[in-house]
């Protein structure tokens, strides 16, 4: 027998109701660590209890019921378990359905406190961490993800969008997928400045990188009520293939190649040409150029003084093809820098780059000119909508990290599910640990 006390307590914390009550309290060695105690926790009904059905007046009563055991939160340092005998009922249409308990959602191995700190838990470390810590098989953290993102999902509401981003990411070699974005709204303050209000967040998730891609995206958001004629903005790097399907799907956007997407495809080619002539038989290049790969890739404010001396002597070699590309990019950030807005000195002067890279002796760069002639229209878009995929370039650091800490999915929805988990701004029932 139960001490009214201690049983009073527990539902308290059960949040436990009439015809509810605990009928046992146990430490029990586990089944499959006999040296740890673990809190098994009986719950049962009243008996001639009747349960409310959804669409009728009347309780109905028990018909027959079903033993079931949940983990529960650990309670001290002791692994914790609920078990009921879990009522099925008969209804006025003379149908069989299993009635719901307060404590967890149907078809779930934990009770909804648990769940809610499991949620808690991976958003913030590896799934196989967190399994490990609890005592449970991965999968059925993963089986639990999957589900709550999945009805969080049902709620999203698309109706607000009027700009977005799309970037793909690769995951275990040539699988890809591609991320949906919508970028924050942008605001001019009273001094004239333009800032950005609200937060971004993924909207839509999908493997592949090609036009059906940009077409699935387009069918989930008038799912979801957006309107294509109210999206003024999209972004997107410099394939095609994303940008033709992204203006025929949002007919009022402009399309933009955003300028950090511009900036590193010139950065590749300074790398590109460096490795170039790092492979080279000229035995002064390899030396001059022998461990300076980070050099190029940072900005000169970015290096440390170690650097900035050893870059300062390098850009006196004038056979360089590596310190000749590197000066292209210099110019290139510059041209950024240096215009602010849409107008015709702004396009003269890209002209004016493109022309002189395109007649560069740098081969990585003439190549470069390229895709500067190929994409000018959307590049100079950028200073008529000033938007970027900034945020989804730091949303590409918060997917490496997902990448890195899981090292490697099962499949490519676990992946996506992540996505949408940590970057998707979901309503998700997080539980708080202390």
Known sequence: MIDPHIQKLFSLGLGLEEPWRITSLEMVPSEKQPTLLELHIRIDFEEGSSFPCPGFDQGCKVHDTRERTWRHLNFFQYRCYITARVPRIITPDGKVRTVPVP????????????????????????????AREIGEHDTKLWRLIDYHVGEALKDQDFSDVSAIGVDEYSHKGHNYITVFLSHPDVVTDEAGRRRQAGKARVLFVTEGKDKDAVKRFLERFKEKDGKPGQVKVATSDMIHG???????????????????????????????????EMRSKNAAKTKDLKETRYIWLKNPDNL???????????????????????????????????????????VSDFERLAIRFANSAVMEIRKFAQCLTRNAVEILNYFQTLRTNAILEG??????????????????????????FVCGELSLPLQPIM
């Open 103 to 130: 404590w967890a959602r149907s078809g779930s191995g934990f009770t909804l406190m648990m769940e809610g700190v499991i949620l808690t838990l991976v958003k913030h470390m590896p799934v196989r961490t967190v």
């Open 242 to 276: 994303y940008r033709s399907v992204l203006g025929e799907s949002f007919p009022e956007a402009v399309v933009t190649v955003d300028k950090f997407h511009v900036v590193k495809n010139c950065s590749d080619a300074v790398d590109n040409t460096r490795k170039r």
């Open 395 to 420: 949303f590409n650091s918060k997917i490496s990290i997902i990448k890195s800490r899981a090292r490697g999915f099962r499949n490519m929805r676990n992946f996506m599910n992540m996505i949408y």
């Open 304 to 346: 440390t003084d170690r650097q900035r001396e050893r870059l300062g002597q390098l850009l006196q070699v004038e056979y360089l093809d590596t310190v000749q590309a590197y000066s292209c990019r210099l110019e290139l950030q510059d041209f950024y820098e240096t215009h602010k807005a849409y107008d015709e000195d702004m």
